[in-house]
């Protein structure tokens, strides 16, 4: 399997976009054959045991932090330490990934290439004296409104 990669340019509603794909030659249909993954494997599993403990000591802080209130039932507390719990092994995950040798796949402009530019015209402003000759009923420099409950 012969690995390589290819750049791609693509201008989409006046914004560059330079996309680095990595190209194999596997059969079109290869990947949708068979899942290599699943959302149940980022859950944490119920044999093993999780690293992080949440204690009532760490709970009352992140939610301090957070300026929530503490749950007053246990067992809305035991859904939001499990809650808790779960994101954590979530992003253990996420953690692990190795990136040493990674360079980022996207970006929304080439490298050295700036943004472009447009003539700076200048526009004339509108006074506000001309804005309440606008206006149905003026009082001095006011604008006078009806209030319907009063009418």
């Known amino acids: 399997m012969k690995k390589q990669w290819r750049e791609l340019s693509i201008l989409k509603q006046n914004f560059l976009i330079q996309i680095r794909q990595l190209s194999t030659n596997h059969p079109k249909n290869h990947f949708l054959t068979k899942p290599n993954w699943s959302v149940k494997f980022l859950l944490p599993s119920t044999t093993a045991s999780n690293d992080i403990i ?3 000591k760490a709970l009352s802080h992140l939610l301090r ?3 929530l209130r503490m749950p007053s039932d246990d067992a809305a507390k035991k859904r939001l330490v499990s809650d808790i719990n779960t994101l954590c092994n979530f992003v253990k995950h ?6 040493e040798n990674v360079e980022p796949l996207r970006s929304i402009w080439p ?8 003539e700076d015209i200048e526009k004339e402003d509108i006074s506000g004296e001309e804005l309440l000759k606008c206006a149905e ?9 009806d ?5």
């Open 54 to 56: 949440i204690d009532d």
């Open 65 to 67: 932090l957070s300026s």
């Open 94 to 99: 996420i953690q692990e990934v190795d990136v």
């Open 111 to 118: 490298r050295n290439t700036s943004l472009m530019t447009r």
């Open 137 to 145: 009923k003026t009082h001095g420099k006011f604008y006078v409104v």
């Open 147 to 151: 209030n319907p409950k009063t009418s």
